[in-house]
């Protein structure tokens, strides 16, 4: 068959390793063959399946921090004793104004948690709670744009226990972001994607139950967005939604 | 030709050859450049200005996947993961400016495992060094065929069982190439193999992996699939 020939190079093509002129040749078979071109979609499909079914773990939170704090803290080993003391003295100086920066952060990450939460369940008792109804992602995502001032991925979510319900626009201290609302077995999740450099309250990563409320909670930082998970669904299913946003950013 | 109902695709993130997709596909999230421009950050062209932290920590996450998909096991992967990271702190002095980062952190990851306790298992299985090219004939040149179509749709979980099913000097090749996304060079560095090595490991482990599937697909699908159409995609 004429295309066998190129077909034995199709997958070394499609990983982008060919060389730059049998690349442009390559490119100008596959536009004008049809078996090619079909082969070449498959193959493509098999590689993007392969893609999203290898991410598949994700480590935990508690050994990220231990491993942050153990990479973190090496290269500081090599301080002189000068400047040791030094340090120590400005420790003190500051020790006053770092602790009332802490609470102040503290205090603002609550602030944060707790608007979340509000902003949550005040949607979840509105007559319309969202402002584009779809379970289609590629419905949901493109109505985002220009409403918000970045981009964001959602979750492929077929074989997944969750089903998107549609999204709105939201604000968090006078921020602009998206808030998308799931179901999973008739619990409504709500997940809400703002520009990390935009929010006032420094947050780290970190599930919690915020205190008073009954939901559970998960928030992270990926690719400059802050991601926050929210809903009365059990952690692991949070945590499942959690780590199909991961895979999908 | 390409069909607009190639167009499915169009809302899929994935990295494809520099000039095949871009005109074919309006592929969202596509770099053209991203395995180039992916280890830009972590290879020695910056090396002055970063420091072990910045160059490591980021690659956290995909560090613990590749490790948990070898060992199989959380805690493993943890003890794994770890012991990379020590041994690249130690050994980070002696890394050397303008080679990339990735590829050694890699290596140092795949060599900690195969003189672990189970890598050493594994090794003794299957020889991790053995001569690709003495494997047989390469595989036949595939069509494709509905099959391929349905290989390429097969469920998450099927995948990821196929994958965990591969021999593991295969798993890590595929892993490498197709979720890591290095080139076929960093690839070469990470297994210290040529790279024509790679190239032919790689076509049998997706060749390994089709077979696996198939039988999967073939329960999934009853009597969908002819017996006839036996080659893969």
Redesign the interface.
């Known amino acids: ?1 004429v295309c ?1 020939s190129w ?2 190079r199709l ?8 060389p730059h002129e049998e ?2 040749t ?2 100008a078979h ?3 063959c ?2 090619c ?24 939170a508690e ?2 921090n231990r ?2 704090q ?3 803290s ?2 500081r080993r090599a301080f002189r004793l000068g400047w040791m003391l030094a340090a120590a003295a400005a420790v003190v100086l500051v020790a006053g104004t770092l602790t009332s920066t802490y609470l102040g952060n503290r205090s603002g990450r609550d602030q944060v948690f707790s608007e979340i939460a509000d902003l949550h369940v005040a949607t979840l008792a509105s007559s319309s709670p969202v402002d584009v109804i779809s379970t289609d ?2 419905t949901v ?1 493109p109505w985002f744009q220009g409403k918000i001032p970045f981009a964001f ?1 959602l979750p492929e979510l ?2 997944s226990e969750f089903s998107l319900l549609g999204g709105r626009m939201t604000y968090l201290e006078q921020t602009p972001g998206a808030h998308l609302i799931y179901d999973a077995r008739k619990h409504h999740i709500s997940v809400f994607v703002f520009q990390e450099r935009s929010l006032p309250a420094r947050l780290t990563d970190s599930s919690l139950k915020p205190a008073k409320l009954s939901f559970n909670m998960e928030t992270w930082s990926q690719g400059g967005l802050r991601y926050f998970v929210i809903g009365d669904a059990s952690a692991a299913d949070i945590d499942s939604l959690v780590r199909l946003f991961k895979t ?1 950013s | 030709m390409w069909s607009p109902s190639l167009q499915c695709l169009s809302h899929q993130s994935f990295s494809l050859p520099l000039s095949f997709p871009q005109q074919f596909f309006v592929l969202e999230g596509i770099n053209p450049a991203l395995r180039s421009s992916h280890h830009v950050d972590v290879s020695g062209a910056n090396l002055q200005l970063n420091s072990f932290e910045e160059l490591a920590i980021p690659l956290f996450d995909q560090l613990y996947n590749f490790a948990h998909w070898l060992t199989q096991n959380r805690d493993e992967a943890e003890d794994l993961v770890q012991e990379t990271y020590v041994k690249a702190l130690k050994g980070f002095s002696s890394f050397q400016l303008g080679t990339n980062f990735r590829a050694w952190i890699y290596r140092i990851l795949r060599n900690t495992f195969l003189t672990s306790r189970k890598g050493l298992k594994v090794t003794m299985t299957v020889p991790l060094d053995f001569d690709d090219e003495e494997e047989g004939p390469e595989p036949a040149i595939e069509h494709d065929t509905p099959e391929t179509l349905l290989l390429a749709r097969s469920s998450h979980e099927s995948l990821q069982g196929a994958i965990d099913q591969l021999p593991v000097h295969f798993r890590e090749i595929l892993l490498l190439c197709e979720v890591e996304e290095m080139s076929y060079q960093e690839i070469a560095d990470t297994l210290a193999v040529p790279i024509g090595t790679v190239m032919s490991r790689l076509s049998r482990a997706r060749q390994t992996l089709r077979n696996q599937l198939r039988p999967q697909l073939q329960q999934e699908a009853g009597q969908r699939i002819p017996r006839g159409t036996s080659h893969g995609l």
């Open positions: 068959m066998e077909k034995e997958d070394i093509y499609l990983d982008g390793e060919l690349m442009r390559f490119d596959v536009r004008n049809s078996s071109s079909a082969d070449a979609l498959s193959r493509v499909q098999f590689k993007r399946a392969i893609h999203l079914a290898g991410k598949r773990f994700t480590p935990s050994f990220r491993m942050q153990r990479i973190a090496k290269p992602r590629h995502k991925n077929q074989n999908a």
